[in-house]
């Protein structure tokens, strides 16, 4: 079994949560490695940020992160966390999860036709966040 690992950077833009399509980035670099077929398993270690494969359209988007706000805002023994005096940490990254696992065959990734592989970064603050492509080959 051979596995390649790979650490990719991806800068944020604005002062706001952004959603980056890293579809093509990872589908390139998996044909770099001329690895046939296997899993390529795409994990960040940033707190603040989540990878998740959805449809890629304005209108998903949008509504998967008015979702994700009012799971994050929602009252918790009667407080609101966002008005409470201590900021707790944002737990919007924990409800989309740190990684996902693609299969490919033949150096193509085998999600939809509409799936896209994102990086949802939920920081107030422009940063570089770190993502980490492993490739394992299946024989």
């Not at 980035?25 to 959805?54: C, F, Q």
């Not at 949008?62 to 009667?78: F, H, P, R």
């Not at 799936?115 to 970064?121: A, K, R």
Request: no cysteine; glycine share 4%; aromatic share 6%.
């Amino acid at each position: 079994m051979r596995i390649e690992t790979i650490k990719l950077y991806f800068e944020k833009q604005a002062n706001k949560t952004e959603v980056i399509d890293i579809t093509r980035t990872i589908e390139h670099l998996v044909i770099e490695t001329r690895i046939d077929s296997g899993t390529a398993i795409i994990y960040t270690d940033s707190p603040s940020a989540a990878i998740a494969v959805i449809e890629y359209e304005e209108g998903v988007v949008s509504d998967i992160l008015q979702s994700l706000d009012i799971l994050a805002t929602k009252t918790i023994n009667g407080k609101d966390r966002i008005s409470q005096k201590t900021k707790r940490p944002d737990i919007r990254p924990a409800l989309i999860g740190s990684s996902v696992a693609v299969p490919f065959k033949d150096n193509r990734l085998m999600i939809g036709k509409w799936q896209n592989i994102v990086l949802m970064d939920f920081s107030e603050k422009i940063k570089r966040n770190r993502v980490m492509l492993q490739i394992l080959e299946v024989r």
